[in-house]
């Protein structure tokens, strides 16, 4: 079975409204470690998401450009809808998703544990024909911490003119 752009997907998944701000970046499943010890194992996470909420408490058209690969929770797709997060941004890849260990320090300091071998980082990437083709009029943007590939197709991703576009 062959995974879809979204410029070759039958029907859209979300509200026929255009989002008025897309955020672009990554989903992660994150294995918490608190400072007393305690663990989070499997906890949803990554910039787009957090970020998308985050617009959302300001703006009622969101929507989300990202990759996830198989091991991430579909029902997640349905609780962003009740949100109010417009998910047609969301490419389903072959693979597992970004993995990450996040070790929270009783300082206060955070450390990241790239989880992910190395040669999967450009298939989670988020690519150009990832974007819903009927957002490409879109208002604002914001790319939160997107690696290179993104990057390079930043410019092309959404017409220039019709947006501003920022990396975080």
Known sequence: MAMKTNEQREAPTTPARRPRVIVVGNLTIDDVVLPDGTTQ???????SLYT????????????????????????LTAVLHSLGVATDGVVDIRGPTVRNWVVYEAS???HWIYRTPRERSREVAVQAGDLPVAWLEVEDSHATGCGRSYRGHGATAIPPGHHRFRHA
């Open 108 to 110: 206060g300091e955070r």
């Open 41 to 47: 194992m499997s906890s949803v996470g990554g910039n």
């Open 52 to 75: 998308a909420l985050g617009v959302r408490l300001w703006q009622p058209r969101v929507g989300l450009v990202t990759r996830r690969g198989e091991d991430f929770p579909r029902d």
